[in-house]
């Protein structure tokens, strides 16, 4: 069963209405009476509705490469060493500043969200999984962390629709997720909303658009990815990284107040174009 004290800080996508546990395999909301499925412990609490995407989503490519997100994430973060060096980059950083973190405040009740955990890269940077939530859209991902961590607080969610109540994290944690979000505006206001006053934002992003970035992955994955799955794996890309790096940021500036940065490889040189990822964090602005 969970806790009361996590069931306290969830609220109905839909409705933003109180959730109470049915059952061990269900949540129901005291408002709209919906019922959310707990599927082998990862709670399912997408919204009835959400925001369509534009058409060009439909492209045959973006489709076939989306129902191969996990296998190509995968091929990249197990099998190149390389890659994994860079794909660390940020979730060692991350874990370095929680570390600070915690040391000062001194207070291990605080609750952290995970947003767009996918499958769980950044779980095995985290001592204390207790009060840390994994949110994804995608429930095969979700699967995955279970499978390596059993009593991992997962929920299935859209961004754009956060079940959680207002002021409900004193952290959050969000990395190589927001180049993906279409929707950015309205997915980071919602992150801005389930924050606690003062709360910690740590962020980690490729540098897409960059130079760096771009060279990068027309000598390695562009061409990898497009023998392997036999797609146009630009076309892909396109839509599935969405967001530059530049635009990130100023999203970012619109709803937190930047406190410090890192890049990787090289952090003597703050740039976007030289670098091949940045991490960020942030704290809530009023």
């Not at 860079?86 to 605080?110: C, L, P, R, T, Y």
């Not at 990395?175 to 801005?192: D, Q, S």
Request: net charge positive; aromatic share 10%; with cysteine.
């Amino acid at each position: 069963m969970l806790s009361c004290n996590f069931i306290n800080i969830l609220q109905c996508p839909d409705c933003a209405g109180e959730i109470a546990q049915k059952n061990e395999h269900a949540l129901y909301c005291k408002g709209c009476e919906r019922i959310f499925a707990v599927i082998n412990g990862i709670i399912c609490m997408l919204p009835t509705e959400s925001k369509s995407l534009p058409d060009s989503y439909k492209d045959p490519d973006y489709l076939k490469m989306s129902d191969n997100f996990d296998d190509s994430s995968s091929y990249f973060t197990e099998s190149n060493p390389v890659f994994r060096m860079i794909h660390e980059s940020s979730h060692k950083k991350v874990a370095f500043w929680e570390d600070k973190h915690q040391s000062k405040a001194g207070n291990a009740s605080n609750w952290t969200i995970d947003i767009g955990t996918g499958q769980g890269y950044h779980w095995p940077f985290v001592k204390d999984n207790s009060r840390f939530v994994g949110l994804d859209i995608r429930m095969e991902s979700l699967e995955k962390i279970k499978q390596i961590f059993p009593d991992a607080l997962l929920v299935q969610g859209n961004i754009l629709s956060i079940p959680f109540k207002a002021n409900a994290f004193t952290r959050a944690v969000s990395i190589y997720a927001l180049e993906h979000i279409y929707f950015l505006n309205e997915g980071l206001k919602e992150i801005h909303r389930i924050l606690a006053p003062e709360a910690a934002f740590h962020v980690g992003i490729p540098c897409e658009g960059g130079l760096g970035w771009t060279l990068g992955r027309k000598l390695t994955s562009e061409r990898s990815m497009s023998k392997r799955y036999n797609i146009d794996y630009r076309k892909y890309i396109a839509l599935e990284h969405c967001n530059t790096a530049l635009k990130i940021n100023k999203a970012l500036k619109l709803h937190f107040k930047l406190e410090k940065t890192s890049h990787f490889p090289f952090p003597f040189l703050p740039s976007i174009d030289l670098n091949l990822t940045r991490t960020m964090q942030l704290r809530k602005s009023k």
